[in-house]
């Protein structure tokens, strides 16, 4: 029982940086391994990165190592993906999904509670 909105989205310009937050309810988001997916329009929704319940074990998708940081904040209950040298390919809405108790699963269909997904636009 968790639920995530995401924020920070937005529009910028190829080599620019962005910070998406996503926000968790639940005294139990410790629990939770926690991921990022993107979806662009008429593509399949893909994985970006995915951070273990500690946050000591993260995990990044071949096109954004080296530019992605995902981190954990679970006093604050939030869980961060830092968005740097942005490329115009990187345009998708990106959504925070959440799995309770878990290894850290790199499906879709591995994850049950998702937020309602954040746009983030960059420019060529």
């Known amino acids: 029982q968790v639920q995530l909105v995401e924020s920070g989205g937005g529009s910028v310009q190829a080599g620019g940086s962005l910070r998406l937050s996503c926000a968790a309810s639940g005294r139990t988001f410790s629990s939770y391994v926690v991921g990022w997916f993107r979806q662009a329009p008429g593509k399949e929704r893909e994985f970006v990165s995915a951070l273990s319940r500690g946050g000591t074990a993260t995990y990044y998708t071949d096109s954004v190592k080296g530019r992605f940081t995902i981190s954990r904040d679970n006093a604050k209950n939030t869980v961060y993906l830092q968005m740097n040298s942005l490329k115009f390919e990187d345009t998708a809405v990106y959504y925070c999904?959440?799995?309770?108790?878990?290894?850290?699963?790199?499906?879709?269909?591995?994850?049950?509670?998702w937020g309602q997904g954040t746009q983030v636009t960059v420019s060529s």
């Open positions: 999904a959440a799995l309770y108790n878990s290894y850290v699963p790199r499906r879709v269909s591995d994850y049950n509670y």
